[in-house]
């Protein structure tokens, strides 16, 4: 979807909850992992990515580039 911001234009992209599982399935080849793969050349390419984790505690704003 396409929206016009003043006198930019945007283009929306997916929200998507993605599971992660267990840390292992990074080496993994199976359904899961081939469907990550697949997901990642179907989606436009993301100019900024926000994570929502209740993993770890953060002290401070994180920026990761």
């Known amino acids: 979807m396409t929206k016009t911001l003043g006198t930019s234009t ?3 992209a997916p929200a998507l ?3 992660h599982g267990s ?3 990074a080496i ?3 359904d899961y992992t ?3 793969e697949e ?3 179907s ?3 993301a100019e900024a990515i926000v994570v929502f ?3 770890e505690p953060f002290h401070a704003p994180h920026q990761y580039r």
Do not use: C, K, S, Y
């Open 17 to 19: 909850f993605l599971a």
């Open 10 to 12: 945007a283009t929306e």
């Open 34 to 36: 081939g469907f990550l």
């Open 43 to 45: 989606i436009p390419q």
């Open 23 to 25: 840390p292992i399935i």
């Open 39 to 41: 997901l990642g050349r």
């Open 53 to 55: 984790t209740a993993h």
């Open 28 to 30: 993994h080849d199976n």
